[in-house]
């Protein structure tokens, strides 16, 4: 069974910096992309970032590029993301979700882990 566990959520100040992490256990190695989500209240889900089973491929919401970089350690089973100069409107749940190669949809997700930016 495929579980995902994000941490690292919390209360920054707007222009502050986070790092998210996600740890995937029941698929290893690269064989599966994966992708981070958010969402504010109110809202839809909305795409954040994603990347290749091996790293080389990345691809970001207009609204996070230049500020958010995503990575992943195989070895680790774990993705990451780096959230810099954050805004208010970043402010959201984030949630992590894999996707097998070869495949369109993500079909596990983690929890969610809450982000909240003060002004």
């Excluded at 929890?111 to 003060?118: A, D, F, H, I």
Aim: aromatic share 10%.
């Amino acid at each position: 069974q495929v579980q995902l566990v994000e941490s690292g959520g919390g209360l920054v100040q707007a222009g502050g910096s986070l790092r998210l992490s996600c740890v995937v256990s029941g698929r290893t190695g690269s064989n599966y992309a994966m992708g981070w989500f958010r969402q504010a209240p109110g809202k839809e889900r909305e795409f954040v970032t994603a990347i290749s089973g091996g790293g080389a491929i990345r691809s970001y919401a207009d609204s996070v590029k230049g500020r958010f970089t995503i990575s992943r350690d195989n070895a680790k089973n774990t993705v990451y993301l780096q959230m810099n100069s954050l805004k208010h409107e970043d402010m959201a749940v984030y949630y992590c979700a894999a996707r097998g190669v070869g495949t369109n949809e993500y079909a596990d997700w983690g929890q969610g882990t809450q982000v909240t930016v003060s002004f």
